[in-house]
């Protein structure tokens, strides 16, 4: 790795160690546990890495792609669980983040299958999943939009945690659905996404870093007549 590569490597790492010590801290594990096992993974992940590159260069791609796909099921349930404590004091609201669920799972499957069938003749994992990550992205950032433009309607105010938990992953993954669509652009533009796609990761985690700092895990609700009926 290069100088410019291994600051990132660095930075990312002690941002997520940093993220677990102060929600540890905070007391904020038994209230995002998805949210935890997310930055614990990514942690182990960055960990693994650089043992992956030194010793077995080779299986790089692999695990690569693999971690991305993991990371991708770990996204849906962050969401789900962003909805569930931004919408738990609402009883009409009760199954939104079921259903916010359900419906990206089912619009990325879709996509995925499209995007293998529009790729029949390319052999290659690696060819097909640009494509199924820049719109599944897209979908994932909707649906924490989603989540917030539903909080703003019904006059509730999320707290900074879950606040900017949603901010986060949604400037992350739209940054990120911007970058793999430069790798279906073309090979020149490759270079770009090899330096966007890391610096949104260390934007992911600076914002969540940002959001826990200080313990503030319940919406501050203040709900409108509406919304109580």
């Known amino acids: 790795m290069n100088t410019f ?9 002690v941002l997520q160690v940093a993220i677990l010590w102060r929600t540890k801290r905070a007391g904020l594990w038994s209230h995002y546990p998805v949210l ?11 960990l693994l890495v650089a043992l992956v590159i030194y010793f077995a260069r080779g299986h790089y791609s692999f695990f690569y792609w693999n971690d ?18 931004s919408f738990s004091q609402i009883v009409s609201l009760h199954s939104l983040p079921a ?12 996509v995925f299958w499209g995007a293998c069938l529009g790729l029949a003749g390319v052999n290659r994992f690696g060819a097909t999943y640009p494509v199924f990550e820049r719109i ?37 993954l739209s940054i990120s659905s911007i970058s793999f669509g430069l790798v279906e652009v073309g090979s020149n533009f490759y270079a770009y ?3 966007l ?33």
């Open 5 to 13: 590569y291994s600051s990132i490597y660095l930075v990312g790492i």
């Open 36 to 46: 935890i096992c997310y930055v614990s993974y990514c942690l182990m992940e960055s």
């Open 68 to 85: 991305r796909v993991v990371s991708l099921i770990f996204h849906f349930v962050v969401c789900w669980e962003v909805a569930r404590r």
């Open 99 to 110: 259903a916010i669920l359900a419906v990206t799972i089912l619009a990325s499957s879709i």
């Open 136 to 172: 599944v992205d897209l979908i994932q950032a909707g649906s924490f939009l989603f989540v917030l433009l539903v909080a703003r309607y019904y006059h509730i105010r999320l707290g900074r945690n879950l606040r900017g938990i949603a901010i986060a992953f949604g400037a992350y």
């Open 193 to 195: 996404w090899e330096a």
């Open 197 to 229: 796609f890391p610096l949104s990761v260390i934007l992911l985690f600076s914002i969540l870093m940002w959001a826990v700092w200080n313990p503030v895990p319940n919406p501050m609700e203040e709900i409108g007549a509406y919304a109580r009926k």
